[in-house]
């Protein structure tokens, strides 16, 4: 008998029809729709959370396509060979992504429980422009013969879009290599399929053991946040998974002061920590989505540090080539002599504390 996340991924929204269910489209939706070939679509259960009326609805501009995405000013050709590193001279599967000694990112699918449409790995996941071999008993191997790799970070597409049996025989077989500490998984499942959530994907990911699984998902607005995903969260930390957040920052849908504060709060209210807010990245198709770098920047001055929760404070980075760079506020050094430093507070207050010498 299918499960239910597996029904859901079988009536998966990616027609006019099926998605006019939740939506009443405008003109502009239905020619967009019409005039795209690239791959779109999401679980019913993602596409409920819609604003039937609103076309700004923060999910539906994630969900469905814009005819903006023909539009590249900004983007870089061949991002994602850029990105990944994939033209270096170190010989790996097209699975393994590297940009540190230690970590890599292991790509074991390209299928999604919604495609994206800020995506950064739009190339590969969305328009099919690349096509990579994700053969998982390779990228298992070449972790094995490489002894500084010891966190594995399992991504896609969304690896919780495998069945139980899939995911337990990749951990199953990371864990019998002994460099491998820890395994993490990249997956939006816990917000677009929480039923995926089941107590077969807890018997495969949880329980004590010395090479711990963490998850960070993606939720970037507080209306992605619900009973469900709050359920499916719990049952993930009682089994000893923990579950982070990789939000990011789109311009018209979480870039203003309230939504990014209520965002991080809400999060944490569902028990997922705040992780990392990435500056949406130089793809090509996604500029509409795109802000100022210093955005999140001002966004974590004024909406996060000092004003809520210190749990609530994602790192904001870029994610790049040579990897992820933080770009975090700097107003609170005010300035520094021999004597002291002058820091600033998130009320614009100022106070001193001594510069003590090397
Ligand atoms: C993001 C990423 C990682 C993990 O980075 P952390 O900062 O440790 O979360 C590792 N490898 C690649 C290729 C990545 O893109
Ligand atoms: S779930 Fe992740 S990989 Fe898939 S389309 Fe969205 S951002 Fe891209």
Not at 139 to 154: N, S
Request: charged share 25%; net charge negative.
């Amino acid at each position: 008998m299918q499960q239910e996340w597996q029904q859901q991924l079988r009536q998966f929204v990616n027609t006019t029809e099926s998605l006019e269910k939740f939506v009443n489209l405008t003109d502009a939706e239905r020619k967009a729709l019409e005039d795209n070939r690239t791959t779109w679509g999401t679980t019913p259960y993602f596409a409920s959370l819609m604003d039937p009326d609103d076309p700004n609805c923060p999910i539906r501009k994630q969900v469905i396509p814009s005819p903006q995405e023909k539009v590249n000013k900004y983007g870089k050709t061949d991002y994602l060979m850029w990105k990944e590193n994939r033209a270096t001279e170190e010989v790996r599967p097209d699975s393994i992504a590297r940009q540190y000694e230690d970590r890599v990112a292991f790509t074991v699918t390209q299928n999604c429980g919604v495609y994206c449409r800020h995506c950064f790995r739009k190339e590969l996941v969305v328009d099919g422009d690349l096509s990579f071999d994700f053969n998982v008993d390779d990228g298992l191997r070449w972790i094995a013969d490489h002894p500084k790799v010891r966190d594995v970070l399992v991504t896609g597409g969304d690896p919780f879009l495998l069945s139980d049996e899939k995911l337990d025989y990749l951990i199953s077989k990371l864990r019998e290599i002994d460099h491998v500490q820890m395994i993490r998984f990249g997956s939006r499942a816990p917000i677009v399929l929480p039923q995926r959530i089941t107590p077969g994907l807890k018997k495969v990911l949880g329980g004590f053991h010395k090479v711990p699984i963490w998850v960070n998902t993606q939720c970037n607005h507080p209306k992605e946040l619900t009973e469900e995903t709050a359920r499916g969260v719990y049952d993930l930390l009682s089994c000893g998974v923990n579950v982070g957040n990789q939000a990011v920052l789109l311009k018209g849908i979480n870039d203003d002061v309230e939504t990014f504060r209520e965002l991080h709060q809400k999060l944490l209210r569902v028990r997922i920590r705040p992780y990392y807010v990435f500056y949406c990245e130089p793809a090509p198709g996604i500029d509409h989505f795109r802000t100022p770098v210093e955005k999140g920047a001002e966004l974590i001055r004024d909406a996060l540090r000092g004003h809520t929760t210190g749990l609530a404070q994602p790192m904001y980075v870029i994610a790049t080539n040579i990897g992820k760079i933080p770009l975090m506020p700097d107003y609170y050094i005010v300035g520094h002599d021999d004597k002291e430093y002058t820091l600033r507070n998130h009320k614009g207050q100022t106070t001193t504390i001594p510069n003590v010498p090397e």
